[in-house]
């Protein structure tokens, strides 16, 4: 089966611009999952997706930065405006439910980079 | 919430030897623990699992234990090969299908 597509894998911009990534977990995974990664620490959850509606978004920092999954399929994960703390590889992962325990797939992810 | 700790940060070993990490956690409620490898430039990629129903599960040359008494787990890679050099996490869980991640332990296996 395919893997997690996630695009951009690069991108850098300024502090203050604006950036979106996708991701487009394994068909049939009823749950999605963005990760913020630093460079040496583990992945932190940001938000949960139990197919088009948010299970938890304690950890996402609402002020700037947003996620949806309009249709359950698809997810977008958006930062307004970008601080330089931002710059960290952002995974998105899938599993098939979200009840239990199931084994989440992830991503090859996104390097953010913020100057 | 969950506190996941894991130990060392980096780890060095000959090709052939063996390699154990170690993970603490702080919910006694916690009942799965994954272990992930993570390559450069990739997502992580799970390599091995265990319920706390079990206190020890093997994978050919992987292995993790478990102790819910001390609330530890620990990742054991035997014979090891130059392509486990990566970086592995463990994770415990919270509610639903979250986990914590532990920082990560880089490890490299030396020809």
């Known amino acids: 089966e395919a893997g997690v597509a996630q695009s951009p894998r690069y991108k850098i911009i300024e502090k203050r611009q604006s950036v979106a990534f996708w991701c487009n977990p394994i068909?049939?995974?009823?749950?999605l999952y963005w990760y913020q990664q630093i460079l040496g620490q583990g992945p932190k959850l940001l938000i949960q997706?139990?197919?088009?509606?948010?299970?938890?978004d304690s950890q996402l920092p609402k002020d700037r930065f947003s996620a949806e999954r309009l249709k359950g399929v698809d997810s977008t994960l958006k930062i307004q405006p970008a601080k330089l703390e931002d710059s960290a590889v952002y995974l998105c992962?899938?599993?098939?439910?979200?009840?239990?325990?199931?084994?989440?797939?992830f991503g090859p992810g996104t390097r953010l980079t913020v100057l | 919430g969950e506190n996941v700790e894991q130990h060392p940060s980096t780890l060095s070993v000959q090709e052939g030897d063996s390699a154990v990490i170690k993970c603490t956690y702080s919910?006694?409620?916690?009942?799965?623990f994954p272990w992930y490898k993570q390559e450069l430039g990739k997502g992580p990629q799970l390599i091995i699992d265990?319920?706390?129903?079990?206190g020890e599960k093997k994978d050919q040359r992987i292995a993790v234990t478990l102790n819910k008494t001390a609330k530890h787990f620990s990742l054991h890679i035997t014979e090891t090969q130059p392509e486990d050099s990566a970086v592995y996490f463990c994770?415990?869980?919270?509610?639903?299908?979250?986990?914590?991640f532990g920082t990560g332990t880089s490890l490299t296996v030396i020809p």
């Open positions: 265990i319920r706390s129903n079990v």
């Open positions: 068909s049939g995974h009823a749950t």
């Open positions: 997706f139990q197919n088009n509606g948010v299970v938890d």
């Open positions: 919910d006694s409620a916690s009942n799965y």
């Open positions: 994770a415990a869980p919270a509610e639903g299908n979250q986990f914590y």
């Open positions: 992962a899938s599993s098939r439910t979200g009840w239990g325990h199931n084994e989440q797939f």
